[in-house]
DNA sequence: TTTAATGT
C-alpha cells in the first residue's frame, strides 16, 4: 500500500515542490539573516544589548528603523533600548519636527494620545535632532514612532535630558568624531508594582539611562542615570555612573561582543577624561 | 542651522 502510493508520479511531485520550497526558505532565510546581521552591526557596536539571565521579563524583539534599532518589549510594552551611531561626517539639514505616528510592529495599540493629559512628555529615546542631522528627513519621521517614546517627566524631557542630547550631538560628537549611544528606561526593581504604574498601557520608567562610546581599539565610555524627579537645572556630571551599574539596574548586557578584558575596563569604572564634560555640564537648557 | 513638548 505504502510502495504503491510511494510509486504515484503526483506525491513525487509534491515531494520535489516542497523540496524546492524548502530550499528557497532556506536560502531565504539565510539571505535575511545575513543581511539582517549587515544591518545590526552597522547600527550597533559591539552587539545588541543581550540578557544574562533569561526570563519573561528578558523577551523582546529588534525593530529596525532608518539610522537606529530598538529593542521592543512587550511585557513592558515599553522600549528597553535604543541603539544608533552618530557620525560628525554627516550633517544634514533639519526640517521641521514631524508628526508622531503609531507604529503598527508593536502589536499593543500605543497611539500618540496615550499620555495624553497624564502629565507625562512623549519623550525619545533615539533623539529628533542627532538622527535627522546625520540620517537625514526618513530616518527623524521614524524617531517618531510611538515604539521610540518613553514617559519623561517635562522637567526631566524639556531641560536636563533635552541638555544631555544637546552635549553629544553638539559637542561630544564633532570632538569625537564618531559615537555609539544606547539610552533607555529603568524600571521599578519591583515588578508588580511596576507593573501597576503604566500611562495607557506602557510602564512609566522610575529613571533613564544613557550610554556614549567612542569605538576602536581602547574604546572609551560615559555613562548616566537620570531620575524622572529633577529640577532640569543640575549639572549633568552629578548623574554620572558606571556601565556596570546600568547593567545592574537594567539586567541588560550591553555590547556583548567586546572581548571579555576589554569589557570590564571599559564598563567597571567612572572615567570621564577627554571627554571634555566639566565644561558642558552646566550649559543652560533651550526651554526653561 | 537650531535640538522639547503640551494644549487650544
Redesign the pocket.
Known amino acids: 500500500m505504502l510502495q504503491r502510493l510511494f510509486r504515484l508520479p503526483s506525491w513525487r511531485g509534491s515531494l520535489r515542490r516542497l523540496g524546492i520550497a524548502v530550499l528557497f526558505a532556506g536560502v531565504g532565510s539565510g539571505l535575511w539573516y545575513m543581511e539582517e546581521r549587515e544591518v545590526r552591526e552597522r547600527l550597533s557596536w559591539m552587539g545588541v544589548p543581550t540578557w544574562e539571565r533569561l526570563t519573561p521579563l528578558s523577551l523582546h524583539r529588534v525593530l529596525r528603523n532608518d539610522g537606529f534599532l530598538v529593542g521592543w518589549s512587550d511585557v513592558r510594552v515599553s522600549a528597553l533600548w535604543a541603539s544608533y551611531v552618530l557620525r560628525a561626517d554627516s550633517a544634514v539639514?533639519?526640517g521641521e519636527?514631524p508628526g508622531?505616528r503609531r507604529d503598527w510592529r508593536t502589536l499593543w495599540p500605543v497611539t500618540p494620545d496615550s499620555?495624553?493629559?497624564?502629565?507625562?512628555?512623549?519623550?525619545?529615546l533615539a533623539?529628533?535632532?542627532?538622527i535627522a542631522?546625520v540620517y537625514g528627513p526618513a530616518a527623524q519621521r521614524d524617531t517618531f514612532l510611538m515604539s521610540n517614546?518613553v514617559p519623561?517627566r517635562?522637567e526631566l524631557?524639556?531641560q536636563l535630558?533635552?541638555r544631555l542630547?544637546?552635549v553629544v550631538?553638539?559637542r561630544f560628537v564633532p570632538r569625537l568624531g564618531a559615537l555609539q549611544v544606547i539610552d533607555g528606561p529603568v524600571f521599578d526593581a519591583d515588578f508588580t508594582r511596576g507593573a501597576l504604574s503604566r500611562v495607557g498601557l506602557v510602564e512609566v520608567p522610575k529613571a533613564f539611562y544613557k550610554i556614549l562610546v567612542v569605538p576602536g581599539d581602547r574604546p572609551q565610555a560615559l555613562a548616566f542615570v537620570m531620575p524622572q524627579e529633577v529640577r532640569g537645572d543640575e549639572p549633568l556630571d552629578r548623574f554620572l555612573v558606571s556601565i556596570d551599574r546600568v547593567e545592574a539596574l537594567t539586567g541588560l548586557d550591553f555590547f556583548p561582543n567586546l572581548p571579555d578584558a576589554t569589557e570590564r575596563a571599559l564598563e567597571g569604572q567612572v572615567d570621564a577624561t577627554g571627554w571634555g564634560l566639566e565644561a558642558v555640564a552646566n550649559l543652560p537648557g533651550?526651554?526653561d
Open positions: 539639514d533639519v519636527r508622531f499620555y495624553l493629559r497624564s502629565g507625562y512628555d512623549r519623550g525619545h533623539p529628533n535632532y542627532a542631522r517614546m519623561q517635562p524631557n524639556r535630558w533635552q542630547e544637546e550631538i553638539d533651550r526651554f
